[in-house]
């Protein structure tokens, strides 16, 4: 059904003239008259007759004209759905207890009146093809690993490197240490279950893994964080990675250790992804939020993937504290 014949319908209904009804649509009379007619042979009844005195309802006319309202405020409630800045910003984060959900909790405070749609996505390449397809507005991932390509249009800018961290129990052997070396970690059983084949955060422990000689197990079942912190406090051996801002709680008496990495120290490069023609208003919005925050760099020198993209482009292995 046309709207614009059904939107010209109802001005004539309510201006009870074609005439008035073409001046408040800029239409001629006439071509109020060819929509009107036009709307009248698709439903197959009158709906107007003209008077002397203008233009009155017939009464297939009077029963239309409700449903005729409800059509236009569906189109409008349906314009009004995609409008920029109408609806939530829809964006993807590893993990809801990861840190870059952190930042987007701070976003939120700093900026309640802009709705958030927050959703997780099993990977980069999920997560890049959202952003290419308008599924999702931003997504934050680590980029570009190995055999990894970003679309025509998906910008990149990186907006934390963020420290690793050593998480033990209480009895683990570097449990009182100040700080570790990552090489002094070979031979020490590193616990990750929740590394999954193919995802950008297995790409990078992989790479550091290779880098340093270290052992990452991922075996066993991941029942979750809860599970982990369980095994890990009980254990004298086993001991996993942390960021530094990941927001986690463990209960009273398990007195877990957080012992951060150095000389080097392993930073995971996070980035934010979206697309370029993406009109959205809360986006700028949460991109000058993100280059407003500022992340004091580890003291020393650092390491990140050779792969990671970051602002300069460089490769390098170690790059300079604070870059």
Same mark, same amino acid.
């Given at each position: 059904?046309?709207?614009?014949?059904?939107?010209?319908?109802?001005?004539?209904?309510?201006?009870?003239?074609?005439?008035?009804?073409?001046?408040?649509?800029?239409?001629?009379?006439?071509?109020?008259?060819?929509?009107?007619?036009?709307?009248?042979?698709?439903?197959?009844?009158?709906?107007?007759?003209?008077?002397?005195?203008?233009?009155?309802?017939?009464?297939?006319?009077?029963?239309?004209?409700?449903?005729?309202?409800?059509?236009?405020?569906?189109?409008?409630?349906?314009?009004?759905?995609?409008?920029?800045?109408?609806?939530?910003?829809?964006?993807?984060?590893?993990?809801?207890?990861?840190?870059?959900?952190?930042?987007?909790?701070?976003?939120?405070?700093?900026?309640?009146?802009?709705?958030?749609?927050?959703?997780?996505?099993?990977?980069?390449?999920?997560?890049?093809?959202?952003?290419?397809?308008?599924?999702?507005?931003?997504?934050?991932?680590?980029?570009?690993?190995?055999?990894?390509?970003?679309?025509?249009?998906?910008?990149?800018?990186?907006?934390?490197?963020?420290?690793?961290?050593? %998480?033990?129990?209480? +009895?683990?052997?570097?449990?009182? !240490? @100040? &700080?570790?070396?990552? =090489?002094?970690?070979? /031979?020490? *059983?590193?616990?990750?279950?929740?590394?999954?084949?193919?995802?950008?955060?297995?790409?990078?422990?992989?790479?550091?893994?290779?880098?340093?000689?270290?052992?990452?197990?991922?075996?066993?079942?991941? %029942?979750?964080?809860? +599970?982990?912190?369980?095994?890990? !406090? @009980? &254990?004298?051996?086993? =001991?996993?990675?942390? /960021?530094? *801002?990941?927001?986690?709680?463990?209960?009273?008496?398990?007195?877990?250790?957080?012992?951060?990495?150095?000389?080097?120290?392993?930073?995971?490069?996070?980035?934010?992804?979206?697309?370029?023609?993406?009109?959205?208003?809360?986006?700028?919005?949460?991109?000058?939020?993100?280059?407003?925050?500022?992340?004091?760099?580890?003291?020393?020198?650092?390491?990140?993937?050779?792969?990671?993209?970051?602002?300069?482009?460089?490769?390098?292995?170690?790059?300079?504290?604070?870059?």
């Amino acid at each position: 059904m046309d709207l614009n014949a059904v939107r010209t319908f109802v001005a004539v209904a309510d201006a009870g003239q074609f005439q008035k009804a073409a001046v408040d649509l800029s239409l001629t009379q006439q071509g109020v008259s060819k929509r009107v007619a036009a709307l009248e042979r698709e439903l197959g009844v009158r709906l107007l007759t003209r008077t002397p005195r203008g233009a009155e309802l017939t009464i297939d006319g009077q029963a239309f004209l409700a449903h005729a309202r409800s059509l236009l405020q569906a189109e409008e409630r349906a314009r009004a759905s995609v409008r920029p800045g109408s609806r939530a910003l829809r964006v993807d984060v590893i993990g809801r207890r990861a840190s870059l959900a952190g930042l987007l909790r701070d976003f939120h405070r700093g900026r309640p009146e802009i709705a958030l749609d927050v959703v997780t996505l099993p990977g980069a390449e999920e997560a890049i093809a959202a952003v290419r397809d308008g599924t999702i507005d931003a997504t934050f991932r680590a980029v570009t690993m190995p055999g990894q390509r970003i679309p025509d249009g998906i910008e990149v800018s990186p907006v934390h490197d963020e420290p690793l961290h050593l %998480f033990t129990g209480p +009895a683990h052997a570097f449990a009182a !240490a @100040a &700080s570790v070396s990552p =090489a002094r970690l070979a /031979g020490h *059983r590193i616990w990750m279950p929740g590394n999954v084949p193919g995802t950008e955060w297995t790409a990078y422990y992989e790479a550091l893994a290779a880098e340093f000689g270290l052992t990452i197990e991922a075996t066993g079942p991941n %029942f979750g964080v809860e +599970a982990l912190i369980d095994t890990i !406090a @009980a &254990s004298s051996t086993l =001991a996993t990675f942390l /960021g530094a *801002r990941t927001p986690l709680v463990w209960p009273a008496g398990y007195e877990m250790r957080l012992i951060p990495l150095r000389d080097p120290t392993p930073v995971y490069p996070h980035s934010l992804l979206w697309h370029r023609d993406n009109p959205h208003p809360a986006l700028t919005a949460l991109r000058e939020h993100l280059t407003a925050v500022r992340h004091e760099p580890p003291d020393g020198e650092i390491w990140t993937p050779a792969w990671a993209r970051r602002v300069s482009g460089s490769g390098s292995r170690f790059p300079c504290a604070g870059r």
